[in-house]
């Protein structure tokens, strides 16, 4: 299958600072990305899509502002947490899409972020 | 709108069989398995669109009823390594945004 990196796996930071999360597809082109969410022992809550060369697609309930996403290349992504809170501490999921070459579009995962805000 | 799975848990004694479903309100263009273990990201099992197209593992079989916008995924012959939550994520069109179920915890004891 496909690999889908990111970095950092863990990350800790202070309040009030921001975050940048890194998202790659390292064997495929992927012109859509998502980024998820989870809690412990919850679901995948998707964020938002991320489209290569476009504006990111956000859910309802999911501050632009604070989760800034750039799509600047068919193999990078990058989630920026600005302004951290303790309520943002979270497992952070990317995931990239064969979607466009076929029908049959798979969904590779990243091994995820861990973010801590103290 | 998430879609529903079911059961929420399962335990299971190697070699036997177990089936997960996984049901939406919405008319379905595609369901995906997949399956995570703690801590790690989710794997990729399969991918099953209407109209009968399908891609996965080999030693992983999945059902989509389209009529009633359902898929069961079948775990045969369990092995110890099939222990894991798995999710299922359901797309209304072919743009790919997926809404996950809240998962199934599947434990295989020896």
């Known amino acids: 299958g496909a690999v889908v990196s990111q970095h950092p796996s863990r990350v800790i930071c202070k309040s009030g600072t921001s975050v940048k999360i890194e998202c790659r597809s390292l064997?495929?082109?992927?012109?859509?990305m998502f980024w998820y969410r989870q809690f412990p022992k919850q679901s995948l809550m998707l964020m938002a899509t991320?489209?290569?060369?476009?504006?990111?697609?956000?859910e309802q309930g999911v501050e632009k502002d604070k989760f800034l996403i750039n799509h600047a290349s068919l193999t990078l992504s990058t989630l920026t947490v600005t302004s951290a809170h303790p309520e943002d501490s979270s497992f952070y999921i990317c995931?990239?899409?064969?979607?466009?070459?076929?029908?049959?579009?798979?969904?590779?995962f990243g091994p995820g972020t861990r973010l801590t805000v103290t | 709108q998430q879609p529903v799975q079911s059961p929420q848990a399962v335990i299971l004694r190697e070699g036997e069989d177990a089936v997960i479903n996984c049901s939406s309100s919405?008319?379905?263009?595609?369901v995906h398995w997949y399956r995570q273990k703690h801590g790690e990201a989710p794997v990729f099992l399969m991918i099953?669109?209407?109209?009968?197209e399908q891609k996965g593992h080999e030693k992983i079989s999945a059902s989509f009823n389209e009529k009633k916008q359902q898929s069961s995924l079948y775990l045969t012959a369990s092995q110890l390594s099939y222990s894991g939550t798995y999710f299922c994520?359901?797309?209304?069109?072919?743009?790919?945004?997926?809404?996950f179920g809240a998962g199934t915890q599947v434990v295989v004891t020896p």
């Open positions: 995931s990239a899409s064969t979607r466009g070459q076929g029908p049959l579009y798979e969904q590779y």
């Open positions: 064997d495929f082109q992927a012109t859509t």
């Open positions: 991320s489209n290569e060369g476009s504006k990111a697609t956000y």
């Open positions: 919405k008319a379905l263009y595609s």
């Open positions: 099953l669109l209407k109209g009968g």
């Open positions: 994520g359901t797309g209304t069109d072919s743009w790919g945004k997926l809404q």
